[in-house]
């Protein structure tokens, strides 16, 4: 088990590599440099400048040098942000982004599940057109239309909740960005389950337990929610990525300092560490969930260990 | 429900769920103790400074916030006159090379250290020092041997700059520099803490380790969200602070901002959406600030290639053929101002030229134009085309479009519109390669004719149209050795008119600052450097 861990590990490392190689190149092959600027600045500043932060070193020898520092752990410092390293960035940043993601994907699993089994249930009735109907909403309108919409009616005009992020403190200032960010998934995962809890609902043995007796929703907890939840699952990957991808918009409009409005900015900027930076993290992250997966199927399943 | 019927019974699914919750409880910030009445300004800030190194920052965001925090030899008022910062007097030799300056004896650091003429002295040498590549180094190119510094020729130390004694600080310069009290208000010539820069290396800029000379010091930086500013008791004048902290929050969209706006949660916004002034007209007029401001829009000739290389007539026909009333009203409609000149208004001790047929109605000019391109060699039969190059916004779409159309309607102008990223716009133009019109803009550093003028000079890096005239360099020549303002401001203005006649550039319309101020805010002065110190602002309950 463990040497099967370990060599899925190294196989790892040239995935990485080669990750680091490609955004290396690609982010200097973009015209501009982190430096330009409308108040273009004499030669010698340039020239200046380029030596401080090795920018006029060939290619090779500026990557092998920031190859060296992330070795020992190193991201280097921010272009941009040049009071902060990159890791420090990262380091802040990221646990804002999981804990949204996270709070928002649970609150998208909790209602939609429970959304879509409602619909199920009530199958063609007046409320599963509106449930679905909602779901179709939810899906169709983007998040940036949604999250402003959002801070106009609760924080401006109802004064509820918190506009911003900045300044605020407390659960508060959670509550919008959570839900703009789960509100479209809300609506995936709802119009899944209810797709997949009416096959479910139509087999034999739920047939046989309706049959026997039980109640609609003691069938669903003991015998069709756990089979039904089966395409929700696979859904998650796709899930998490979606959120992952809209947290930018929700960061930019609510101003959180998450790890997406980072990586956009890192890019406009041409902030060469930032962008390498939370590439390299993101792959690695990537890689290792990829390892856990693995790792888990062959805890499961003992012949794919063999392999 | 289904829901409640799961969290009944499925002990593992209730585990969960109260794992979250609470991890979500704990993670949560606990709220602020607001202890004794601290009044707090909130102001919005477009993007994180770069740096609060002053040395290591060069926009006009970092510049705000360093203004709170530091302070130079000399600063503005709240009415917007220059007065003396650390520095209370100061005097002037008779040929304009020598300034000497006094220190106040109660200019402090926020550790209780005196603020000296050795760390003015030393702070210079740093933004001199190659090492330190910093932006605005050439800032004080006008000091001895500074120019020299920056290329490595000479060491820092060769500045001509000395601490003569614990409050004396001595200036030399190689030419007469007028504007140079304007310059010393500017956050790169602010002084850093030699101390502290030898104790922590490049961590002096961490709160905590920072010392701050000014009003404020940093209390704490979260990147992407807010700095926090608190008062600092040593400041010399902290008995006329009334605010007692600042909170700079980062606010990248303008939408975003403006509803925090509204939702209270901030006093000062740092600018307005162009969508929502009507609304903003109607709803608060009197919150709205809109002022002149030293920057220009214009578009760019491309003169070292053809079409326009050598071709003056060609470039004034274009340019008068835009009507520039309909792009401030229909397009930008903040109130800015059309530019018929290079300088914008509001510069101290200055008169703009005016462009010569700044005065003529729209269809006088285009038909001035239509003669011009016709001398020029081009007509129905034989078109001009060109490129136009903007970097991609609807306001610039906006205004591409509207000129697009007004050259071809009034002289047949085929113009392709070319949008481009910002950076791969900035990375074209200065390359001259494929670029025939584009899209620039420029803001001043001071105020001072002096800092529009000089762009254009032959060889500067921010002359974008590579524009150069022999009698334009030799009139900033002219200017740049007299020390009789009058006779100076002669000598520039002169240059202004060579340069509008040659058409180097089209300028479109002057910007303005635009700022939403709460009633609460009190003190809020605009003027045409943007400048609004926290330090001249107080806050009363309304």
């Known amino acids: ?307 | 429900m289904v829901c409640c019927a799961m969290l009944r019974d499925m002990k593992s699914f209730r585990y969960v769920l109260l794992v979250a919750l609470g991890v979500t409880l704990v993670s949560c910030d606990k709220p602020v103790d607001s202890g004794a009445e601290v009044s707090t300004l909130h102001r919005g800030l477009s993007i994180d400074p770069e740096s609060v190194d002053p040395h290591k920052s060069r926009s006009v965001q970092a510049a705000e916030v360093l203004r709170d925090i530091g302070e130079g030899l000399l600063s503005y008022s709240a009415s917007g006159e220059l007065v003396g910062g650390v520095a209370k007097e100061w005097t002037v030799s008779e040929d304009g090379l020598t300034y000497t300056f006094d220190l106040r004896d109660d200019a402090r650091w926020s550790n209780g250290d005196a603020v000296t003429a050795e760390d003015f002295a030393f702070s210079f040498r740093r933004l001199a020092d190659p090492d330190t590549a910093a932006f605005y180094a050439e800032m004080l190119g006008s000091i001895v041997n500074v120019r020299a510094i920056i290329a490595g020729e000479k060491a820092p130390q060769d500045i001509g700059v000395e601490a003569v004694d614990g409050r004396t600080l001595v200036i030399t310069l190689d030419q007469p520099t007028p504007y140079l009290l304007s310059l010393l208000t500017s956050p790169s010539t602010f002084p850093v803490h030699p101390g502290s820069i030898a104790q922590h290396g490049d961590a002096f800029t961490r709160p905590g380790n920072l010392l701050s000379n000014g009003a404020y010091k940093l209390d704490a930086w979260e990147p992407g969200s807010v700095l926090r500013l608190s008062r600092n008791d040593y400041y010399w004048n902290n008995d006329e602070t009334a605010i007692d902290a600042v909170n700079h929050h980062v606010l990248t969209q303008e939408m975003a901002e403006l509803n925090r706006y509204r939702a209270g949660e901030i006093h000062v916004t740092g600018s307005v959406p162009p969508d929502s002034l009507q609304q903003i007209r109607s709803e608060r007029p009197a919150e709205l600030h809109i002022a002149p401001y030293l920057g220009v829009y214009y578009y760019g000739f491309n003169l070292t290639k053809p079409p326009f290389k050598g071709n003056p007539q060609l470039r004034a026909a274009l340019s008068m053929a835009v009507d520039r009333d309909v792009l401030v009203e229909q397009i930008t409609g903040r109130g800015e101002e059309p530019a018929y000149s290079w300088v914008p208004p509001g510069v101290d001790n200055y008169e703009p030229r005016r462009l010569s047929y700044a005065d003529m109605s729209q269809d006088e000019r285009n038909a001035h134009a239509r003669r011009l391109i016709k001398e020029a060699g081009y007509g129905p039969d034989n078109p001009l085309q060109i490129e136009l190059r903007y970097n991609t916004s609807d306001t610039q779409q906006r205004m591409a479009l509207a000129i697009q159309a007004m050259w071809k309607e009034a002289l047949g102008v085929e113009t392709t519109l070319i949008n481009e990223e910002f950076q791969v716009l900035l990375a074209n133009t200065q390359a001259r390669e494929v670029t025939q019109v584009f899209r620039s803009s420029w803001i001043g550093d001071y105020n001072d004719a002096h800092t529009f003028l000089n762009i254009m000079e032959a060889g500067n890096p921010a002359n974008q149209p590579a524009y150069a005239s022999e009698e334009y360099d030799s009139l900033m020549q002219r200017a740049a050795q007299q020390v009789d303002l009058d006779r100076r401001r002669l000598w520039l203005e002169e240059a202004e008119r060579v340069l509008l006649a040659d058409h180097p550039v089209i300028p479109l319309y002057f910007y303005v600052s635009k700022h939403l101020v709460s009633p609460e805010v009190v003190g809020w002065g605009d003027n045409v450097l943007d400048y609004h110190y926290s330090q001249h602002l107080s806050l009363v309950d309304h």
């Open chain 1, 1 to 307: 088990m463990l040497r099967y861990a370990l060599l899925r590990l190294l196989g790892a490392i040239p995935t990485l590599l080669l990750v680091i190689v490609l955004a290396f190149l690609m982010v200097h092959a973009a015209p501009g440099g982190p430096f330009d600027d409308e108040r273009t600045l004499p030669p010698e500043i340039e020239a200046n400048i380029a030596r401080a932060y090795h920018l006029d070193e060939p290619l090779p020898a500026q990557f092998v040098r920031y190859l060296s520092g992330v070795l020992r752990g190193d991201l280097g410092p921010s272009y941009r942000y040049r009071d902060h390293t990159v890791s420090e960035l990262i380091g802040n940043a990221f646990p804002l982004s999981l804990k949204l993601g996270a709070m928002a994907m649970l609150m998208a699993l909790l209602i939609g599940i429970a959304a879509g089994s409602f619909a199920a249930l009530r199958r063609n009735s007046a409320v599963d057109r509106l449930t679905m109907a909602l779901s179709m909403t939810g899906i169709s309108v983007p998040v940036f239309v949604i999250a402003p919409v959002m801070v106009l009616l609760f924080a401006v005009k109802l004064q509820w909740l918190p506009a911003g992020w900045s300044g605020n403190e407390g659960i508060a200032r959670f509550v919008l960005p959570v839900i703009s960010l789960a509100l479209p998934q809300i609506a995936y995962i709802a119009k899944l389950t209810r797709a997949s809890m009416i096959d479910v609902l139509a087999s034999n043995f739920v047939r046989t337990a309706r049959g026997q007796g039980l109640g609609a929703y003691a069938v669903i907890r003991y015998h069709a929610l756990k089979p039904a939840m089966l395409p929700i699952l696979s859904y998650m990957g796709p899930a998490i990525a979606a959120i992952l991808t809209g947290s930018v918009v929700v960061e930019e409009v609510f101003g959180v300092p998450g790890l997406g409005q980072f990586f956009v900015r890192g890019a406009l900027n041409r902030d060469y560490t930032l962008v390498l930076g939370i590439v390299i993290f993101y792959a690695t992250l990537i890689v290792l969930l990829n390892l856990v997966v693995d790792i888990l199927y062959g805890v499961i399943d003992p012949r794919i260990r063999q392999r």
